[in-house]
């Protein structure tokens, strides 16, 4: 299984833009799919997007639709989550995980990384 980093959150303000990426350490993240994932504060972790080895996007998230979008670029073996009209309720560490499929629940992975916190506050 291939390791993942993510990286690039922080404190921004309602209605600004952030990109996180997923890189992997090891390995070659090619024919994986790559979901994004979040956890908020007191509440379950959910499924956000992900995209396909063939760059097919499924979104899990009502709520990000036409904010956020999900990109790949293999030759940096990383993949971006491109998050647009940041809210107060995006708040949360973002996660994201490898599988050979899009697959939103969080029953299918057994292990997480640290992930990377985003703050959504004026």
């Known amino acids: 299984q291939v390791q993942l980093v993510e990286s690039g959150g922080g404190l921004v303000q309602p209605g600004d833009s952030l990109r996180l990426s997923c890189a992997a350490s090891?390995?070659?993240?090619?024919?994986?799919?790559i979901g994004w994932f979040r956890q908020a504060p007191g509440k379950e972790r959910e499924g956000v997007l992900c995209i396909s080895d063939s760059g097919e996007i499924t979104y899990y998230a009502d709520s990000v639709k036409g904010r956020f979008t999900i990109s790949r670029d293999n030759a940096k073996n990383t993949v971006f989550l491109q998050m647009n009209s940041l809210k107060p309720e995006d708040t949360a560490v973002y996660y994201c995980q490898a599988h050979e499929i899009c697959l939103g629940g969080t029953q299918w992975y057994d292990s997480w990384g640290q992930g990377t916190q985003v703050t959504v506050s004026s």
């Open positions: 090891d390995g070659t993240l090619d024919y994986f799919a």
